[in-house]
């Protein structure tokens, strides 16, 4: 018995050694790590970045909407969604500009200007100031809160029934006449910035001073913004988030495009 006991447990060990390699084998093999490739480049929502922000896709009209800028909410307050206005705003076919001292962001959506600043200040649509939160201003982009659409495009707000993202529904048809940058004007202090006037005195376009160029509303001028993605760890199957900073994909990294106004003549 003495000699049959020592057999019987180096036995055991090496059916339990079997049986490890056996279960680890699936997860260790090279081919397993290049189908897990695609999945890292797609941020998989909703996802909670290191700053505690929970992002989501955006739906307008029951379509999610392409943006460089997702929206995102707070855990101290789950249900108030912050939108990048900018791009949705431009799903509708209304650009924005960044004007006065390229600190306020405007447009004019059916005959409402609608101004947030990057001193975060109140939200201003027409007449009305929108109380509540403030707008907010993260790696050069505008971002608002979600009942600024529910009084811009009488929208209705909300999350998706599986909570990956935020919509935004509406009948609102966009009268191209009264909206976007036309009749805004970017103040004198700001065209240097924007480069050589082609046009000056009553021949510049309003928009640009002039100059045909106009700060890239995406990137607020930085050329770049934090890009999220999603990796799994193959080991732990843990799924982290890393932010790389990007090249602007508008503006090309330059933070300058073409006057939405006068596209780049710089004439009136
Ligand atoms: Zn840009
Ligand atoms: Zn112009």
Known sequence: MRKILPIILLLILCISLCACSNNAAPITPPEGEESEEPSTQE?????????????????????????????????????????????????????????????????????????????????????????????????GCFYVPSYTFMHLLDAVVDFTPDRSGVTITTETTIDTASSGTKGLSISAAAVPSLGKPLYSGAQACLTCGGS???????????????????????????????????????????????CPTCGGTGKR
Do not use: W
């Open 43 to 139: 941020a998989i929502y909703s996802f909670t970045d290191e700053e505690g922000r929970t992002h989501y896709a955006i739906y307008v009209n029951g379509e999610q909407i392409q943006t460089e800028h997702d929206a995102y909410t707070y855990p101290d307050e789950p249900k108030g969604a912050y939108y990048p206005i900018v791009e949705v705003l431009e799903h509708f076919g209304v650009k924005c500009l960044f004007d006065e001292h390229l600190e306020a962001l405007t447009t004019r959506v059916n005959g409402q200007i609608i101004t947030c600043k990057t001193d975060s200040s109140d939200i201003v649509i027409g007449k009305h100031t929108l109380g509540g939160a403030s707008p907010e201003y993260i790696d």
């Open 212 to 258: 045909g160029a106009a700060l890239c509303t995406s990137c607020s001028g930085t050329g770049g913004s934090t890009q999220y993605t999603q990796k799994q760890d193959p080991l732990t199957g843990q799924m982290t988030i890393q932010s790389t900073r990007v090249s602007c994909s508008r503006c090309h990294g330059s933070g300058r495009v073409v």
